[in-house]
T-cell receptor
Framework: GIQVEQSPPDLILQEGANSTLRCNFS?????LQWFHQNPWGQLINLFY???GTKQNGRLSATTVATERYSLLYISSSQTTDSGVYFC??????????FGKGTKLSVKP | DSGVTQTPKHLITATGQRVTLRCSPRSGDLSVYWYQQSLDQGLQFLIQ???????AKGNILERFSAQQFPDLHSELNLSSLELGDSALYFC????????????FGPGTRLTVL
């Protein structure tokens, strides 16, 4: 079955620093989403990115489908970026398989 | 705001009890998914409905059941609750269930004492 692995599991940054989060897949990418879970537990859609590159403000994501990985870039990090970042791959039935997440802490 | 609503936000109950969680999808979305997030299991898919019909099942216990009504809202019923059922339960919706974005509700935090 599909396995989704994220790295690193934990990341501590100083405000203003940049970071790269990685997501590896065991199967060919069909549908990939990145989410941010804020400290209140809410899951916020960041990107739907089965392939290519997208940017939204300080965040951007790149998926290389042929090599089965996706990267999430956070530039000029802010304390509000803290939380857990999940990537998720879609199964053929439509449901998402989530990685274990990367817990990001941005210090002021 | 994703447009997906879930009620209640918090639920505290005792072992052995039964609860019902409610989800209203985004306007126009036909697919509803239920996920459970616990500390030990992470985010796991439970069940999917599409336009009132069950479409897919994941790691859903037999004590749990769900349905989607004609107005497309969905309910997740959890019975004979155990301590280990304490978790955050999310509902998500998408237009068709084909490859497209799933939008998540705010979740219901269930605590079983």
């Amino acid at each position: 079955g599909i396995q989704v692995e994220q790295s690193p599991p934990d990341l501590i940054l100083q405000e203003g620093a940049n970071s790269t989060l990685r997501c590896n897949f065991s199967d060919s990418v069909n549908n990939l989403q990145w989410f941010h879970q804020n400290p209140w537990g809410q899951l916020i859609n960041l990107f739907y990115i089965p392939s290519g590159t997208k940017q939204n403000g300080r965040l951007s994501a790149t998926t290389v489908a042929t090599e089965r990985y996706s990267l999430l870039y956070i530039s000029s990090s802010q304390t509000t970026d803290s939380g857990v970042y999940f990537c998720a791959e879609r199964r053929s039935q439509g449901n998402l398989i989530f990685g274990k997440g990367t817990k990001l802490s941005v210090k002021p | 705001d994703s447009g997906v609503t879930q009620t209640p936000k918090h639920l505290i109950t005792a072992t052995g009890q039964r609860v019902t969680l409610r989800c209203s999808p985004r306007s126009g979305d036909l697919s509803v998914y239920w996920y459970q997030q616990s500390l030990d299991q992470g985010l796991q898919f439970l069940i999917q409905y599409y336009n009132g019909e069950e479409r897919a099942k994941g790691n859903i216990l037999e004590r749990f059941s769900a349905q989607q009504f004609p107005d497309l809202h969905s309910e997740l019923n959890l019975s004979s609750l155990e301590l280990g059922d304490s978790a955050l339960y999310f509902c998500a919706s998408s237009v068709s269930g084909r490859p497209d974005t799933q939008y998540f509700g705010p979740g219901t935090r269930l605590t079983v004492l």
